[in-house]
């Protein structure tokens, strides 16, 4: 069984803090991936990895950025956060294959 | 990039009647189509995909088919239950094993 798991369910920031989301995998996947997901727009991605050390942009990078220092382990940071990212967070994991497994999310607000 | 679009936003049926959730993308080098099934406050759940090579799948109440000719593919749930209703979304690959996803239909069985 995939197991995915996300540092925090609820988070409360405020307006310009560093905020960390962390998200780790046990099944040894390559990918990785971040995504925000808001009502009525779905699930959209903002950047990946698939390999250690590697990340690409996915939809929606801008004021994000990410790091993956370990194959099990992938951060999503956001280096001033903003009201306007405020959102559940969703990370996932998958194998060349395209089969994706989610996190249970991260629902951040930013105050 | 891709596009992919899902209608209805919103589907409400009685219980055991068949709901029916159409999807289309614009790639047509696109070849998985998977879709998720996400309850309230739950991560997204895989619960049945096709490849491109494949015009229909079948798991239990649950079926999938694709028209690579038309670029649409569609979700079927026969003999729907009350434990069926969720958020429902469809995704296709855009390379490098990345999904884009629909915006979601939200399910509601009523008894």
């Known amino acids: 069984d995939v197991k995915v798991t996300q540092s925090s369910r609820y988070l409360v920031k405020r307006t310009g803090e560093k905020v960390f989301l962390e998200c780790v995998q046990d099944?040894?996947?390559?990918?990785m991936f971040w995504y925000r997901q808001d009502p009525g727009l779905g699930l959209r991605l903002i950047y990946f990895?698939?390999?250690?050390?590697?990340?690409e942009k996915g939809d929606i990078p801008e004021g994000y950025s990410v790091s993956r220092e370990k194959k099990e382990r992938f951060s999503l940071i956001l280096e001033s956060a903003s009201t306007n990212q405020t959102s559940m967070y969703l990370c996932?994991?998958?194998?060349?294959?395209?089969?994706?497994?989610f996190g249970p999310g991260t629902r951040l607000t930013v105050t | 990039g891709e596009n992919v679009e899902q209608h209805p936003s919103t589907l409400s049926v009685q219980e055991g009647d068949s709901a029916v959730i159409k999807c289309t993308y614009s790639d047509s080098a696109s070849n998985y189509f998977p879709w998720y099934k996400q309850e309230l406050g739950k991560r997204p759940q895989l619960i049945i995909d096709i490849r491109s090579n494949v015009g229909e799948k079948k798991d239990q109440r649950i079926a999938v088919t694709l028209n690579k000719t038309a670029k649409h593919f569609s979700l079927h749930i026969t003999e729907t239950q009350p434990e069926d209703s969720a958020v429902y979304f469809c995704?296709?690959?855009?390379?490098?094993?990345?999904?884009?996803f629909g915006k979601g239909t939200m399910l509601l069985v009523s008894p």
């Open positions: 099944m040894d996947h390559e990918n």
């Open positions: 996932a994991t998958g194998t060349s294959g395209y089969e994706q497994y």
């Open positions: 995704a296709a690959t855009t390379g490098y094993s990345t999904l884009t």
């Open positions: 990895s698939y390999d250690v050390k590697m990340k």
